[in-house]
């Protein structure tokens, strides 16, 4: 899942939304001088990248448009559920996106100068641009993937994902519909498992932490 995805799945708790908001980041001995809780995080950031990656329901939208991408499917998959979650937010949280965007941001703000550089990054574009509220709208959708063909390694086919979305829209907006309930009882239930000791990723370190 995306961004808004992954910071809905933290629920309210401040601690889980930061570290799952840095998981891409943290890599090696950085988890281990963060906070338990923040740790929590991260391992729910992965834990639901794996869960989403493995389901048949998640597979099968991003074969949809394994021609149109290719290796970049999933990516585009995650990004495409990002703007159904945006698009129906009121089905889901009782705080109006615009809000809720803004707690997010006043929760991250005054801890995120601590984290990876990569994370302050993202954060700041975040805030300078409030993407995830075009996440509303196929055009903002459009936009956002097209920026980020400009960074992939290899011709992705991103720019033209307006015009996917709009071609597989009732598939895409039926498996969004079936596989995001279970994601969400998924994620519930791993907030409130005991958190197991995770395992070191990478021995890949940044200098700065949060805690």
Request: hydrophobic share 35%.
């Amino acid at each position: 899942m995306n961004t808004l995805a992954h910071l809905y799945l933290s629920g309210n708790d401040p601690d889980l939304i930061l570290g799952n908001f840095i998981g891409d980041s943290i890599r090696g001995e950085q988890f281990n001088r963060l906070n338990p809780q923040v740790q929590q995080g991260v391992l729910l950031h992965r834990q639901v990248d794996r869960y989403t990656d493995a389901h048949p329901v998640f597979r099968g939208l991003s074969s949809l448009m394994r021609e149109d991408f290719g290796r970049y499917c999933s990516v585009v998959a995650d990004v495409f559920m990002d703007h159904f979650l945006a698009k129906d937010w009121h089905r889901y949280h009782q705080q109006p996106l615009v809000d809720y965007t803004d707690w997010i941001k006043c929760i991250l703000a005054p801890r995120i100068r601590a984290c990876p550089t990569r994370s302050q990054r993202f954060f700041d574009y975040l805030s300078r641009t409030d993407t995830l509220l075009h996440y509303r709208s196929t055009s903002g959708i459009n936009q956002t993937l097209s920026q980020m063909a400009q960074r992939t390694r290899f011709n992705s086919g991103m720019e033209k994902s307006g015009e996917v979305l709009a071609r597989l829209y009732p598939q895409l907006q039926n498996g969004f519909d079936d596989f995001f309930p279970q994601l969400v009882a998924y994620a519930e239930h791993q907030r409130h498992s005991p958190t197991p000791q995770a395992k070191q990723v990478s021995s890949q370190a940044e200098p700065a932490l949060a805690s």
